[in-house]
């Protein structure tokens, strides 16, 4: 089975919204331009130490990630957004490459970035990565975020496409014996995307990726928007590098 597609032309972005509404995913033809991607992969390139899986340091301040972020084009496959309309919240890079050719088990997508923290109630546990505070929020705030994941290089199935479980955003935060149940009760869609491609999802979708049975490159910007700000004080990280 294969993922519904639309393109990133204004006539197919209703399509897009529904499928990302009832499916929690959606894959979107050319988002980004090739050639935009070519033009920046060195300064990307920049960020990976060799054999490392990724970053989440800096990526958000690359000339053409900061470009595709201000001019809207990561946002054109989103739905429209009540509160304070969609801005970014994080950005990750993805590296599977024969030196760092690895899985990801089946799983959902629990905490956000902040900029410190703060005793609020429904957020916990808190973690540090890369110097940067996370913690996991209520339901409702996963809910209202969606993650625009742009392949910068061609991927199919043999080199570790992304593979998620549609509808399964709808189901809350869910236990281990919660994954088991239904990674066995439905049907694993696999992403397969060209580069320029994205996939939006939702965060509390069921997804994961296989190592690479042609371990080529299979690098993904990965950007977390919200729509909405945190309560009781708490503070979305920056994305500043």
């Given at each position: 089975?294969?993922?519904?597609t639309?393109?990133?032309?204004?006539d197919?972005?209703a399509?897009?919204?529904?499928n990302?509404?009832a499916?929690?995913?959606?894959l979107?033809?050319?988002?980004?331009p090739v050639?935009?991607?070519?033009?920046?992969l060195?300064?990307?390139?920049a960020?990976?130490?060799p054999?490392?899986?990724?970053?989440r340091?800096?990526?958000?301040?690359v000339p053409?990630?900061r470009?595709w972020?201000e001019s809207g084009t990561l946002?054109?496959g989103?739905?429209q957004?009540g509160?304070s309309?969609?801005?970014?919240v994080r950005?990750l890079?993805?590296?599977k490459?024969?030196?760092?050719?690895?899985?990801v088990?089946?799983?959902?997508?629990?905490a956000i970035?902040?900029?410190?923290?703060r005793?609020?109630?429904?957020?916990?546990p808190?973690?540090v990565?890369?110097?940067v505070?996370?913690?996991?929020?209520p339901v409702?705030?996963?809910?209202?975020m969606?993650t625009v994941?742009?392949?910068?290089d061609?991927?199919?199935?043999?080199n570790?496409?992304?593979?998620?479980?549609p509808g399964?955003?709808?189901l809350?935060k869910l236990?281990a014996?919660g994954i088991?149940?239904w990674k066995?009760?439905?049907?694993?869609?696999t992403c397969?995307?060209?580069?320029?491609?994205?996939?939006?999802?939702?965060?509390l979708?069921?997804?994961a990726s296989?190592?690479?049975v042609?371990?080529l490159?299979?690098?993904?910007?990965?950007?977390?928007?919200?729509c909405?700000?945190?309560?009781h004080?708490?503070?979305?990280?920056?994305?500043?590098?």
């Amino acid at each position: 089975m294969t993922c519904r597609t639309s393109s990133g032309s204004g006539d197919a972005v209703a399509l897009a919204e529904g499928n990302l509404e009832a499916d929690g995913f959606e894959l979107v033809r050319e988002l980004v331009p090739v050639r935009q991607i070519l033009g920046g992969l060195e300064d990307l390139e920049a960020l990976i130490s060799p054999g490392s899986a990724g970053t989440r340091r800096g990526v958000a301040g690359v000339p053409c990630v900061r470009r595709w972020l201000e001019s809207g084009t990561l946002l054109r496959g989103l739905p429209q957004a009540g509160g304070s309309g969609w801005f970014p919240v994080r950005a990750l890079l993805f590296d599977k490459s024969p030196t760092a050719n690895w899985g990801v088990p089946w799983h959902q997508d629990l905490a956000i970035a902040v900029a410190g923290t703060r005793e609020v109630p429904g957020f916990g546990p808190w973690s540090v990565k890369e110097g940067v505070v996370h913690v996991h929020p209520p339901v409702r705030v996963l809910e209202r975020m969606a993650t625009v994941r742009v392949s910068l290089d061609d991927c199919g199935p043999d080199n570790g496409a992304l593979r998620v479980l549609p509808g399964t955003h709808l189901l809350g935060k869910l236990s281990a014996t919660g994954i088991a149940r239904w990674k066995s009760e439905v049907a694993p869609v696999t992403c397969s995307a060209g580069r320029g491609d994205a996939v939006l999802m939702k965060p509390l979708l069921l997804h994961a990726s296989s190592p690479a049975v042609v371990p080529l490159r299979r690098r993904v910007l990965h950007v977390e928007f919200a729509c909405e700000p945190l309560p009781h004080g708490l503070i979305w990280a920056s994305l500043t590098p």
